[in-house]
């Protein structure tokens, strides 16, 4: 892993993606405390920078962050910083100005984040950009995925929805291969991506045909744009032929995950009921969220020396 | 703290060489007796302690106290583990990755807390220990079981129970094993 | 006695190659021989003579975006370039599509470095609906015709005008785009849009345009000149089309032939055109094409933006990239062509294209306009941005060292580069 910046499930590979999974185990014990707090980045500022809203991301790092006895400062869209019509450059520089060892970034247009690493020397963390990457989704996944099947090597994923404009598909389909899953997308040809027969997967247009056999239901977000840009007919239509029903629900091993990015549109991607299923792991999922982060942070900011490097020397008793 | 080495033997940290055995498996063995007839004679009973063994290198020293402070006292105390990786002094000079998550297995407020390492050196790890127990409830009391005390204290710590003094210089390194004790050197391994 | 004489140069032009001594008195050639004398002397020894190029693509960005541009600065980066005459294009602000915008960039040309010719407007605004008074602007020298930046998509007002300037005697050329094909693309639409997560323009959205105006020009008679050609598809139906006679032209760029759309992996603007960078594949279609002639001329569409506009995130950025400096040495260096093939393809097939052949391009004789270009073919030079001359920066090629520099240009008798350096 770039000892500085987490910007795509790429950059981590195989062993990055386990040292980080592997470390989230101490910090779910942290944060499971009476005092869920640890002084290890005390002194390091982190800063948020979210062009887009996004209260739920943005508060889980914020909570990692914090018990991770970091600072943090805030610059998102709902701040007049952002609005001003001020250029990206401009902000980051400012941001760096004021002091900040870590900024964490979601924007609406893809590169955001790798640009900005070419215009500041704090670490740069991609929250998502654009239908690109959001590689801490992917690794809370991942996270989800070991806690309740131990392995995820050999397990059948199917990721379910409007795979061309999802940046949590990518990742996912990064970090699900590089752990040896098996994935499955499933998806109208109008949501897939271009080339998509070239990226390390199978393809089906048909989610009865792959129900019965796999292990986890990965549900992404359908929109109402996709509809107004000819994409899909209705999303009436796209419920009957891609939508997690009540009747396909049935039809599912009573042991397969059912997993859900959020925020969740009930009745359309997922029926009404599922998410209170006992398969359904979506609040887990949030729950790692805040884990997974605070690995992320303490890797990038608080382990600033590449481990293989240095011999331990007098550090012990 | 050789068991750290170990885990980065080659091509990442050194490989522990050593040049003398200072403890034999039985030495060793009657000094772990030893020290849990002193723990019960400096503490009444073994309900309100908890041993817990700092990571990697206290662990299974804390266990083996554990068992002999059972076997004489009728009940064993409880046994944790603690990983002091998140409350260094050193974060940012040196790596930093916890080995293991920290187990502790009940509030620790107004138990007698006895801390484990195998060896005690510049007394960093043990501060660190020290802040690290302060999250988890007010101990009555913090006792600090060490086997192996080879000097050089950079901090104002002090053991409570010793396995054995060893004074060493220090470019030499201390390794502990279930086996005995061996004093030696790293040798850095390829980068 | 004639005012310059260029020494000891290997001349090439249409005509064929010889060493000889070029005599320049006034505007002209007045002699060229062995042992010539003049007052000044430009010394030419280990380098080649050459009509000077002609770049029938280049936006000078004036009126209207002169922060990243003037006629005058980019004139300056067409001679450092070896190039003695450019066309620039009418995407300005205000467009180029009445004679009063031509006359004023005609008049701003007038003191630039190099022979500065416009091309205007199809349609009115570029709009793509309504003719511009093409007929008008013909009368003031206007030869080629184009809404470049966008291409004409309706195909009866594409048929409309090329009848129209059939009979004017100027020649349409055409941005190929379909817009409800390219829709918000940002790159290249394939295997690396996928995976960097970034709406694509498929190769179709050229093709589909390259196609139509293929049939417009068999249908009308009219001539048809393909700017920026960019995929192998598309060269190969030009290739088809003139091999079946169909009056059409064509010309490629220099990062056409250079570049791939893995360069856009690090998200990077300076890296984003229109056309985008396309695939390994069709890099070698465009190679093949310059090299069998399906493609007549290398163009530089050089695009000059300001950093500002540049540092913007990816999708918001506009397209665009220099070129004036970099092509005829990213033609020597990346092209498996002769050095007298490369200066067909930069010289005298796209004067005519331009129409002004008589003027630049011509053979090297007495009597030829002297617009002369002198160059190194096989010294090399590192290409840094703060270097050129160009008000911009944003070349893609920083860092890259390539082969083959000019060394001195002559344009209408006046040496306005010597040894690598603009004289004013």
Same mark, same amino acid.
């Given at each position: 892993?770039?000892?500085?910046?987490?910007?795509?499930?790429?950059?981590?590979?195989?062993?990055?993606?386990?040292?980080?999974?592997?470390?989230?185990?101490?910090?779910?014990?942290?944060?499971?405390?009476?005092?869920?707090?640890?002084?290890?980045?005390?002194?390091?500022?982190?800063?948020?920078?979210? *062009?887009?809203?996004?209260?739920?991301?943005?508060?889980?790092?914020?909570?990692?962050?914090?018990? $991770?006895?970091?600072?943090?400062?805030?610059?998102?869209?709902?701040?007049?910083?952002?609005?001003?019509?001020?250029?990206? $450059?401009?902000?980051?520089?400012?941001?760096?100005?004021?002091?900040?060892?870590?900024?964490?970034?979601?924007?609406?247009?893809?590169?955001?984040?790798?640009?900005?690493?070419?215009?500041?020397?704090?670490?740069?963390?991609?929250?998502?950009?654009?239908?690109?990457?959001?590689?801490?989704?992917?690794?809370?996944?991942? *996270?989800?995925?070991?806690?309740?099947?131990?392995?995820?090597?050999?397990?059948?994923?199917?990721?379910?929805?409007?795979?061309?404009?999802?940046?949590?598909?990518?990742?996912?389909?990064?970090?699900?291969?590089?752990?040896?899953?098996?994935?499955?997308?499933?998806?109208?040809?109008?949501?897939?991506?271009?080339?998509?027969?070239?990226?390390?997967?199978?393809?089906?247009?048909?989610?009865?045909?792959?129900?019965?056999?796999?292990?986890?239901?990965?549900?992404?977000?359908?929109?109402?744009?996709?509809?107004?840009?000819?994409?899909?007919?209705?999303?009436?239509? *796209?419920?009957?032929? *891609?939508?997690?029903?009540?009747?396909?629900?049935?039809?599912?091993?009573?042991?397969?995950?059912?997993?859900?990015?959020?925020?969740?549109?009930?009745?359309?991607?997922?029926?009404?009921?599922?998410?209170?299923?006992?398969?359904?792991?979506?609040?887990?999922?949030?729950?790692?969220?805040?884990?997974?982060?605070?690995?992320?942070?303490?890797?990038?900011?608080?382990?600033?020396?590449?481990?293989?490097?240095?011999?331990?020397?007098?550090?012990?008793? | 703290?050789?068991?750290?080495?170990?885990?980065?033997?080659?091509?990442?940290?050194?490989?522990?060489?050593?040049?003398?055995?200072?403890?034999?498996?039985?030495?060793?063995?009657?000094?772990?007796?030893?020290?849990?007839?002193?723990?019960?004679?400096?503490?009444?009973?073994?309900?309100?302690?908890?041993?817990?063994?700092?990571?990697?290198?206290?662990?299974?020293?804390?266990?083996?106290?554990?068992?002999?402070?059972?076997?004489?006292?009728?009940?064993?105390?409880?046994?944790?583990?603690?990983?002091?990786?998140?409350?260094?002094?050193?974060?940012?000079?040196?790596?930093?990755?916890?080995?293991?998550?920290?187990?502790?297995?009940?509030?620790?407020?107004?138990?007698?807390?006895?801390?484990?390492?195998?060896?005690?050196?510049?007394?960093?790890?043990?501060?660190?220990?020290?802040?690290?127990?302060?999250?988890?409830?007010?101990?009555?009391?913090?006792?600090?079981?060490?086997?192996?005390?080879?000097?050089?204290?950079?901090?104002?710590?002090?053991?409570?129970?010793?396995?054995?003094?060893?004074?060493?210089?220090?470019?030499?390194?201390?390794?502990?094993?279930?086996?005995?004790?061996?004093?030696?050197?790293?040798?850095?391994?390829?980068? | 006695?004639?005012?310059?004489?260029?020494?000891?140069?290997?001349?090439?032009?249409?005509?064929?190659?010889?060493?000889?001594?070029?005599?320049?008195?006034?505007?002209?050639?007045?002699?060229?021989?062995?042992?010539?004398?003049?007052?000044?002397?430009?010394?030419?020894?280990?380098?080649?003579?050459?009509?000077?190029?002609?770049?029938?693509?280049?936006?000078?960005?004036?009126?209207?975006?002169?922060?990243?541009?003037?006629?005058?600065?980019?004139?300056?980066?067409?001679?450092?370039?070896?190039?003695?005459?450019?066309?620039?294009?009418?995407?300005?602000? /205000? /467009?180029?599509?009445?004679?009063?915008?031509?006359?004023?960039?005609?008049?701003?040309?007038?003191?630039?470095?190099?022979?500065?010719?416009?091309?205007?407007?199809?349609?009115?605004?570029?709009?793509?609906?309504?003719? !511009?008074?093409?007929?008008?602007?013909?009368?003031?020298?206007?030869?080629?015709?184009?809404?470049?930046?966008?291409?004409?998509?309706?195909?009866?007002?594409?048929?409309?005008?090329?009848?129209?300037?059939?009979?004017?005697?100027?020649?349409?050329?055409?941005?190929?785009?379909?817009?409800?094909?390219?829709?918000?693309?940002?790159?290249?639409?394939?295997?690396?849009?996928?995976?960097?997560?970034?709406?694509?323009?498929?190769?179709?959205?050229?093709?589909?345009?390259?196609?139509?105006?293929?049939?417009?020009?068999?249908?009308?008679?009219?001539?048809?000149?393909?700017?920026?050609?960019?995929?192998?598809?598309?060269?190969?139906?030009?290739?088809?089309?003139?091999?079946?006679?169909?009056?059409?032209?064509?010309?490629?760029?220099?990062?056409?032939?250079?570049?791939?759309?893995?360069?856009?992996?690090?998200?990077?603007?300076?890296?984003?055109?229109?056309?985008?960078?396309?695939?390994?594949?069709?890099?070698?279609?465009?190679?093949?094409?310059?090299?069998?002639?399906?493609?007549?001329?290398?163009?530089?569409?050089? !695009?000059?933006?300001?950093?500002?506009?540049?540092?913007?995130?990816?999708?918001?950025?506009?397209?665009?990239?220099?070129?004036?400096?970099?092509?005829?040495?990213? !033609?020597?260096?990346?092209?498996?062509?002769?050095?007298?093939?490369?200066?067909?393809?930069?010289?005298?097939?796209?004067?005519?294209?331009?129409?002004?052949?008589?003027?630049?391009?011509?053979?090297?004789?007495?009597?030829?306009?002297?617009?002369?270009?002198?160059?190194?073919?096989?010294?090399?030079?590192?290409?840094?941005?703060?270097?050129? !001359?160009?008000?911009?920066?944003?070349?893609?090629?920083?860092?890259?060292?390539?082969?083959?520099?000019?060394?001195?240009?002559?344009?209408?008798?006046?040496?306005?580069?010597?040894?690598?350096?603009?004289?004013?």
């Amino acid at each position: 892993m770039s000892r500085q910046h987490l910007l795509t499930i790429d950059d981590l590979g195989a062993d990055g993606i386990e040292e980080l999974l592997d470390l989230t185990d101490s910090f779910v014990e942290v944060s499971e405390r009476r005092i869920p707090k640890v002084p290890v980045l005390r002194g390091k500022t982190v800063a948020w920078l979210f *062009y887009e809203d996004s209260t739920r991301t943005r508060l889980s790092f914020e909570t990692a962050a914090r018990r $991770l006895s970091a600072d943090t400062m805030n610059f998102s869209v709902s701040s007049s910083s952002v609005n001003k019509g001020e250029s990206v $450059l401009d902000t980051v520089q400012t941001i760096e100005a004021m002091g900040v060892d870590a900024i964490v970034v979601r924007h609406g247009s893809a590169g955001v984040p790798r640009q900005i690493t070419g215009w500041v020397d704090a670490s740069v963390i991609n929250a998502g950009d654009g239908w690109h990457a959001h590689p801490t989704q992917a690794l809370l996944d991942c *996270y989800t995925l070991r806690q309740h099947r131990g392995n995820i090597d050999g397990l059948r994923i199917a990721i379910v929805g409007d795979i061309k404009h999802s940046r949590v598909a990518r990742s996912n389909v990064a970090a699900f291969t590089a752990m040896g899953a098996d994935v499955t997308l499933v998806a109208p040809r109008t949501l897939l991506p271009p080339a998509v027969g070239l990226w390390p997967v199978e393809v089906t247009h048909s989610l009865d045909d792959v129900l019965a056999h796999v292990d986890v239901v990965y549900l992404l977000r359908m929109q109402l744009e996709r509809q107004a840009q000819a994409l899909v007919p209705s999303l009436r239509e *796209y419920t009957a032929e *891609y939508g997690l029903t009540a009747s396909r629900f049935a039809r599912l091993d009573p042991d397969a995950l059912i997993m859900h990015p959020g925020p969740m549109n009930r009745g359309v991607e997922i029926a009404a009921d599922v998410p209170e299923s006992p398969q359904a792991v979506v609040t887990n999922q949030v729950r790692n969220g805040v884990a997974v982060r605070m690995s992320v942070l303490f890797r990038l900011l608080g382990s600033e020396v590449d481990p293989r490097q240095l011999v331990e020397e007098s550090f012990s008793g | 703290m050789a068991e750290r080495e170990r885990r980065r033997t080659p091509p990442y940290g050194g490989v522990f060489i050593a040049r003398s055995r200072v403890m034999d498996a039985d030495e060793l063995r009657r000094a772990i007796w030893r020290m849990a007839h002193e723990i019960l004679e400096r503490n009444r009973a073994t309900a309100e302690l908890i041993v817990i063994g700092l990571q990697t290198g206290g662990v299974d020293l804390a266990e083996r106290l554990a068992a002999a402070l059972g076997e004489i006292e009728g009940t064993a105390p409880l046994v944790g583990t603690l990983d002091v990786a998140f409350y260094r002094d050193d974060i940012g000079l040196r790596p930093v990755l916890p080995e293991a998550p920290t187990e502790i297995p009940d509030d620790l407020t107004n138990k007698v807390v006895v801390l484990v390492d195998d060896v005690l050196y510049t007394g960093r790890t043990i501060r660190a220990a020290l802040d690290a127990l302060h999250d988890f409830g007010r101990p009555r009391a913090v006792q600090l079981a060490v086997m192996i005390d080879r000097g050089h204290r950079e901090l104002p710590i002090r053991p409570d129970f010793v396995g054995k003094n060893l004074p060493t210089r220090r470019d030499e390194a201390v390794d502990v094993t279930p086996d005995g004790v061996d004093l030696g050197e790293i040798q850095r391994g390829e980068r | 006695m004639a005012d310059i004489v260029v020494k000891g140069g290997r001349v090439i032009d249409a005509t064929g190659e010889r060493m000889a001594d070029v005599a320049i008195e006034g505007n002209n050639i007045v002699a060229v021989g062995e042992g010539l004398t003049a007052l000044r002397v430009l010394d030419a020894g280990g380098c080649v003579v050459a009509p000077g190029f002609v770049d029938i693509h280049t936006h000078l960005r004036e009126p209207g975006t002169e922060d990243a541009e003037t006629i005058e600065s980019g004139s300056r980066a067409a001679v450092l370039g070896g190039y003695t005459a450019v066309v620039a294009m009418p995407n300005t602000t /205000p /467009p180029i599509d009445d004679a009063s915008v031509v006359r004023d960039v005609l008049a701003l040309g007038r003191d630039a470095l190099c022979d500065v010719h416009t091309s205007a407007a199809i349609t009115v605004g570029r709009a793509g609906d309504r003719l !511009a008074p093409m007929a008008e602007m013909a009368e003031l020298g206007v030869h080629l015709f184009t809404d470049d930046g966008d291409g004409v998509q309706d195909p009866g007002v594409m048929r409309n005008a090329l009848e129209y300037a059939a009979g004017l005697g100027v020649t349409l050329a055409q941005h190929c785009e379909v817009d409800s094909l390219s829709l918000d693309g940002q790159m290249n639409e394939g295997e690396w849009s996928s995976r960097l997560g970034m709406p694509g323009i498929p190769a179709e959205a050229e093709e589909l345009m390259v196609m139509r105006d293929i049939a417009l020009a068999r249908m009308t008679g009219a001539r048809v000149h393909f700017q920026h050609l960019s995929t192998a598809g598309s060269v190969a139906m030009v290739r088809a089309a003139r091999q079946a006679g169909v009056p059409v032209s064509a010309e490629a760029t220099t990062h056409h032939f250079t570049l791939t759309e893995a360069e856009v992996a690090g998200y990077d603007p300076v890296f984003k055109v229109n056309p985008p960078l396309r695939t390994v594949a069709d890099v070698g279609g465009v190679k093949l094409g310059l090299a069998d002639g399906s493609i007549d001329a290398i163009a530089t569409d050089h !695009a000059p933006h300001t950093a500002d506009a540049k540092n913007l995130p990816f999708d918001q950025a506009p397209p665009g990239m220099l070129g004036l400096e970099t092509a005829f040495a990213l !033609a020597v260096t990346e092209l498996d062509l002769s050095i007298a093939e490369i200066i067909a393809l930069l010289s005298w097939r796209p004067a005519a294209i331009a129409g002004i052949a008589t003027e630049h391009g011509a053979p090297i004789a007495p009597g030829s306009p002297a617009n002369v270009t002198i160059f190194d073919p096989v010294t090399t030079w590192t290409v840094d941005p703060r270097e050129l !001359a160009s008000l911009s920066r944003n070349t893609p090629y920083a860092g890259r060292t390539l082969t083959g520099r000019v060394r001195h240009t002559i344009v209408a008798g006046e040496a306005v580069v010597i040894d690598g350096d603009a004289q004013r």
